[in-house]
Nanobody
Framework: QVQLVESGGGLVQAGGSLTLSCAAS????????MGWYRQAPGKQRDLVAA???????NYADSVKGRFTISRDNAKNTVYLQMNSLKPEDTAVYYC?????????????WGQGTQVTVSS
C-alpha cells in the first residue's frame, strides 16, 4: 500500500501565494508521474500540473506562468508553488501518483487539501 499525504492548503487573498506538498510513503519501487488535480464544487476533477520522474512537466493552460510543479525523487515528494492566485483557483487540490511496485503501475490519490482564494 502507498499513502499520499498532502499539506499546505489554506485561505489566501487574490494575488497571494501558497505552496502545496505531497509526500508518498509505503511500498514504492519508483514513481513514474506525480501530479496535482483540483475539483471545485459542482465541477469535475481536472489536471493542474504533472511531472515525470525525469522532470518533464505539463500544466493546465489556466495556471501556466503562475504555478510551478517540482519534485524531490529522493523524498518521493511533489510540490506545487502557486503564485498570483485568483478566486477561480479555489478548489480541493488532490495529489496523484503513478507508482511502480511489484512490476506493476498503480494509481494513488491523496485525501485532498482545500485552497480558498478570496477576492
Amino acid at each position: 500500500q502507498v499513502q499520499l499525504v498532502e499539506s499546505g492548503g489554506g485561505l489566501v487573498q487574490a494575488g497571494g501565494s501558497l505552496t502545496l506538498s505531497c509526500a508518498a510513503s509505503g511500498s514504492i519501487f519508483s514513481i513514474n508521474v506525480m501530479g496535482w488535480y483540483r475539483q471545485a464544487p459542482g465541477k469535475q476533477r481536472d489536471l493542474v500540473a504533472a511531472i515525470t520522474n525525469g522532470g518533464r512537466t505539463n500544466y493546465a493552460d489556466s495556471v501556466k506562468g503562475r504555478f510551478t510543479i517540482s519534485r524531490d525523487n529522493a523524498k518521493n515528494t511533489v510540490y506545487l508553488q502557486m503564485n498570483s492566485l485568483k478566486p477561480e483557483d479555489t478548489a480541493v487540490y488532490y495529489c496523484n501518483a503513478l507508482v511502480v511496485a511489484l512490476g506493476r503501475e498503480y494509481n494513488y490519490w491523496g485525501q485532498g487539501t482545500q485552497v480558498t482564494v478570496s477576492s
